[in-house]
């Protein structure tokens, strides 16, 4: 079975702090993906990998950042938080069809 | 492009009662199209998915789909609600060419007693 795992399932931080998300897949795949959830939203996407130090954009990249240094790591880094950016992070990967998801971060900006 | 449609965001069943989950497509390629479960606290399930093969889907937990092309739907059912399957779902598209899902906004499914 694939694994994406991520690193937290619960976080409070601080408007202006900068937060790293991590995210970990075991399964060797090519694609990483980061979403944010908000009710009434569904998913959005953030920003996507799709090779170690590739990356583009998503749909609502502002505000943050990645980082692909290995194939099985991807990190989302939120440069400056701010208290619009609580919700729910999702990690996903995929190699071939379909994508597979981690937890969920439950991420709180205080 | 592409565009996904989950008709009722909020969902009521009777225990043993049909569980029907409506999501209509928009594509102007062959899609893939995919429904995931997800319980409280945690992520995206893959429930079952359709990747141009049969077009009746069976899933897990004793869900199905069909794709239907000339109504551009992938219906989600299950033929006995039980209590375990209240959840949020989610309905997605992609196709061949792309790496990005668009993810339907989803239906919250109450099972009741």
């Known amino acids: 079975d694939v694994k994406v795992t991520q690193s937290s399932r619960y976080l409070v931080k601080r408007t202006g702090e900068k937060v790293f998300l991590e995210c970990v897949q075991d399964?060797?795949?090519?694609?990483m993906f980061w979403y944010r959830q908000d009710p009434g939203l569904g998913l959005r996407l953030i920003y996507f990998?799709?090779?170690?130090?590739?990356?583009e954009k998503g749909d609502i990249p502002e505000g943050y950042s990645v980082s692909r240094e290995k194939k099985e790591r991807f990190s989302l880094i939120l440069e400056s938080a701010s208290t619009n950016q609580t919700s729910m992070y999702l990690c996903?990967?995929?190699?071939?069809?379909?994508?597979?998801f981690g937890d969920g971060t439950r991420l709180s900006i205080l | 492009a592409q565009s996904v449609t989950q008709l009722g965001s909020h969902v009521s069943v009777s225990e043993g009662a049909l569980v029907l989950l409506r999501c209509n497509y928009s594509?102007?390629?062959?899609?893939?199209l995919f429904w995931y479960v997800q319980y409280p606290n945690q992520g995206l399930q893959l429930l079952l998915k359709?990747?141009?093969?049969?077009?009746l889907v069976k899933g897990i937990n004793g869900f199905e789909a069909e794709f239907k092309k000339s109504e551009t739907s992938f219906h989600l059912t299950k033929p006995s609600a039980h209590m375990s399957d209240a959840a949020e779902y989610f309905c997605?598209?992609?196709?061949?060419?792309?790496?990005?899902?668009?993810f339907g906004t989803g239906t919250r499914l109450k099972v009741l007693a």
């Open positions: 996903a990967s995929k190699g071939n069809q379909p994508q597979h």
């Open positions: 359709y990747t141009s093969a049969a077009t």
């Open positions: 594509s102007s390629v062959p899609p893939y």
């Open positions: 399964m060797d795949h090519e694609n």
């Open positions: 990998s799709y090779d170690v130090k590739m990356k």
């Open positions: 997605a598209v992609t196709h061949s060419g792309t790496y990005k899902y668009i």
